[in-house]
């Protein structure tokens, strides 16, 4: 089974922090990476892909990724109440299938 | 980027009934899926939506109880057959970019079965 593992959380942080979401996954062979926004009540949004060893940045997100070490981290500046919610990490297949974290919930308090 | 539809966006139904949810993309897609979100969880994939034969199915999930149909590359139904509470859950369309690999989600269908 191919797993993918999310820090349970629940996370809060200050606003105008940093706030630290990271992942880890079984497969080693997979290739393409993603972290969705989950609002309450709402379907998940894709707010970063990255397919190779590094950071990816997109304004205050940053999405690093390791794969010798199979991890993959979001990292949110300037965290704003705005950014809570639940932060799914998923995975590509070689299916064209993608595979989801637990998710971790997100809490930015004013 | 394409824009999904999904209908019903929820329902309550009771125990024994089938209900059909539908998803309209405004543009030909190749991949489509079907996920399901129980309360308190993450995304679980049901079913691969092949355009002109029959659905791929994940383990645990088998045809009779979540029949799909895929006629065409703009439409899929599910279908949730013999609803037992544990159905409850939201059903959630999605389409591929074959490109990269990124997966966009409709609003869902939240189902409560009674």
């Known amino acids: 089974q191919k797993e993918v593992e999310q820090n349970s959380g629940p996370l809060s942080v200050p606003e105008g922090a940093i706030a630290s979401l990271n992942c880890t996954y079984s497969d080693r062979g997979s290739q393409s990476f993603f972290w969705y926004r989950q609002y309450s009540g709402k379907s998940p949004e894709l707010i970063m892909s990255i397919y190779s060893n590094g950071d990816k940045e997109d304004g205050r997100f940053t999405a690093q990724l390791n794969k010798a070490s199979q991890y993959v981290s979001l990292l949110i500046r300037d965290s704003q109440p705005s950014d809570s919610a639940t932060y799914l990490c998923?995975?590509?297949?070689?299916?064209?299938?993608?595979?989801f974290g637990a998710g971790t919930r997100l809490t930015v308090k004013p | 980027s394409a824009v999904i539809s999904q209908k019903p966006s929820r329902d309550i139904c009771q125990r024994g009934t089938s209900l059909t949810i539908q998803c309209q993309v405004d543009s030909q897609v190749t991949m489509m899926f079907w996920y399901r979100q129980q309360p308190g969880q993450s995304l679980t994939l049901i079913a691969t939506a092949n355009q002109g034969s029959e659905a791929t199915y994940e383990s645990g999930f088998v045809i009779d109880k979540f029949p799909i149909s895929r006629p065409n590359l703009t439409f899929s139904t599910l279908t949730v057959s013999n609803m037992s509470p544990e159905d409850s859950s939201i059903y959630l369309c999605?389409?591929?970019?074959?490109?990269?690999?990124?997966?966009?989600f409709g609003e869902g269908s939240r189902l409560t079965v009674l």
């Open positions: 999605s389409l591929m970019d074959s490109n990269t690999g990124e997966l966009f």
């Open positions: 998923a995975v590509g297949g070689d299916n064209n299938d993608m595979r």
